[in-house]
């Protein structure tokens, strides 16, 4: 049984913008969540998860590489700090968990799978981090890579009309 674990944080600019090689020859996991520009979410906000799986394992490959078949995705939800709202790609959530089935993943070619979820609007929130915790894996080898990212809430910004508000009240 061969296990990888990759845990990154999104605000290393290096890992942002790279692919995590996997163990699955020629196959690669990039994972990006939406967020503010200091990798920062507010309450009630949505936050968007794209993964991309490349199969590239025919690039300088004269047999035109390897095409794999049933390849699983599965991404933790973390649900004390966030609710699903919704997958692409027939992903379907159950039990604090959203799951694709991809039939093939051929040389040459990736497949991008997107779920978003909201932030909670609760003070228990503020200054958690929110771990989207996903593994793939295919039954060609039984390899297992698990990517996550990571987003801290923090507290929104009053606003003019909060502040003035605030002075009423």
């Known amino acids: 049984n061969h296990n990888a674990k990759f845990y990154y944080d999104v605000k290393e600019e290096q890992i942002k913008n790279s692919m995590v090689r996997t163990k699955l020859p020629g196959v690669f996991i ?61 992903g379907q959530y159950s039990n604090g968990k959203v799951t694709w089935t991809i039939d093939s993943l051929n040389a040459g070619s990736n497949i991008e799978l997107t779920y978003k979820v909201k932030v909670k609007n609760t003070t228990e929130v503020i200054g958690k981090k929110i771990n989207a915790e996903g593994t793939v894996y295919t039954n060609n ?29």
């Open 30 to 90: 990039h994972k990006t969540a939406d967020s503010l520009d200091n990798n920062s979410v507010y309450p009630d906000q949505e936050i968007t998860y794209t993964i991309t799986i490349a199969n590239q394992s025919n690039v300088n490959k004269k047999d035109g590489g390897k095409n794999y078949s049933k390849f699983y995705v599965s991404e933790v939800i973390p649900t004390d700090k966030v609710e699903f709202v919704s997958a692409t790609n027939n």
């Open 141 to 169: 080898t039984g390899s297992i890579t698990t990517v996550v990212v990571s987003n801290e809430v923090i507290r929104k910004p009053a606003t003019k009309k909060d502040t003035y508000q605030n002075c009423y009240d």
